[in-house]
C-alpha cells in the first residue's frame, strides 16, 4: 500500500494536451490539488481578451454530447483545470481548489485544460496561451485520538500523591479532548468551540502591514498524569512541596486548508505548592538508616505568595514560567471578553473576513466568545478557576535567538476553568483562555501582538 506521495509544484500548459505530473497513485492514498498562481487561455476572443486563473472562463460553460472533445462538457467551464488518474482514467473538475483527487484509481495524474483537445471544434489547443501553477500534495489524515498521551510506569508503593494533596490538580487527571456537547452537533472536531488567533510577521508586497493572520478553529488531545510522590525543595530551616501534575498537548486545525494537521505541540508541568518543617537528614532519620519524620532544630515552614505554577515547553524554542492561585465558585464563570488588538499598527485584517487567514471575524476580536458559546449549550453548576502568569512572582519567559529578533514571547497569561455538572462531585468540563504577548519588530518599532487561544474540553471516560 501506497503511504504518501511528496508534495511538488506542477506548471500545466494551456496549449499541450494531457501532461504528466509523474505523480503515479495506487487508488490508497489521498491527494489534494491546488492552484498558486498563473494565468491562461482557451480562447483570447473570450472574455474580452482577458486571461483567468484554473477556475476557467466566466461565463463560458461546455455543455452537451457535441462537445465530447473536450475533457468536460456537462456544464463546466471552458479553460478550467481538470485531472485524471491514469490513460482511461475519468476526468474530474479542479479549478481552483483545493481540490481531492478521487480514491481507488491506479495510473499516473495527469492534468489539462478543459478545452477542445482534438480541434474537433476550430482551433483546439493552438490559440492558447499562459500556464497555471498548481501545488499537489498529501491529503492530511485525521489523527487517532484514542490513547492517552502519556501513560506513567504503574507503581503502588510511593502512589499518587492522596487526592487531598493534590487539591484541584486531582480533577484534571486522565485525557480531555474535543467531544459533542449534549445533543448539540458542536463541540467535537468537526465544529469545536475553540478558536486561535495567530499573528505572524511577514514582509511582502501582499502583506503591507507587515504581518499576516493565521487564525482558526482546532481540536486537540490534552493528557494530564500526576507523578508518584511530592517533589521537595529545601531552604535550610524549611522546605517547600511541589505535588506535581505532568501535561502533555497536540493541537490540530479543525478548518482551512491544512486541516487536521498538527498545529502545536506542548508539554509541560502544573505544580501546586505546600510549605513544611525541613525533614532531617537525607530521608528524615538524620544519618541513621531507614526512613524517617525527623526535622532540623527549629524548622520554620516558608511561605511564598502564589501556591500554583505553570511550567511550559513548546518546540518553538520557547519556555515558560508562570505562578498564580485558584479559586473556587458556584454557578458558571463569568468569562470576560480576551484583549486581542495590537496597538499602533493597521488592525484592518482581524475585521476583515477570509477563509485562509480570518474565518470567523466575530471570535478573531473576541475568541472569549467561543468559550461563552459553549456556556449557553452546556452550562456548569460549579466551577474551579486557575490562573497564573509569567508577570507573578518572578515568573519568565526565554526564547531562542530567532524568535528573540523576530517574535519574542514577552509575556504568558492563562486560566484554566474545570467546570462541574453535578455540583462540584466531579470536573468533567474544562475551558482555558491563553494570552501569549508577541513582540514583532516592524518598520522601525516594536509592535506587542496578542497570541490567544481558547478551547472547550470534556474529559474522556476511563
Known sequence: MQESISATAFTVQANQSWQSTGITLDGSVGVTIAYQKGLWTADPQTNHGEYYDANGCPGYPINGDEFASYPLHDGQLEGALVGRVGESGTPFLISDGPTPVPQGQKGTLQLVINDDLTGAHGNGLTDNEGSVTVYIYPTNTAPDLSAPLVIDPPQTVPGIPATNLLGPLQYLLGTWTNQQLGNSGKGGPEAPFSYNVMPLPQVDPTSPQHY????????????????????????????????????????????GPNKDALVHAENGSLLLLGDLPQQLGPYGNGNLPGLGNQVVANSVPPTQAFNLVKQVAVPHGNSVLALGSYTYGSGAPDIPAATVLPTGVDTAPYYAQSQVSNPNPAYTLNPNQALVDALEIREPDAYIKLNVSSANGNGAVTNIGFEQQHANVAGYDFTYWLESLDQGNSYTQLQYSQTITLKIPMAGNTVSFPHVTVNTLTKKSS
Not at 235 to 241: F, K, L, N, T, Y
Request: proline content about 2%; overall charge neutral; cysteine-free.
Open 212 to 255: 499576516i493572520l493565521k487564525n482558526s478553529s482546532y481540536y486537540e488531545e490534552l493528557t494530564f498524569t500526576a507523578i508518584h510522590g511530592p517533589v521537595l525543595n529545601r531552604g535550610g530551616i524549611g522546605a517547600q512541596v511541589a505535588y506535581t501534575v505532568f501535561y502533555s498537548q497536540r493541537v490540530y486545525f479543525a478548518e
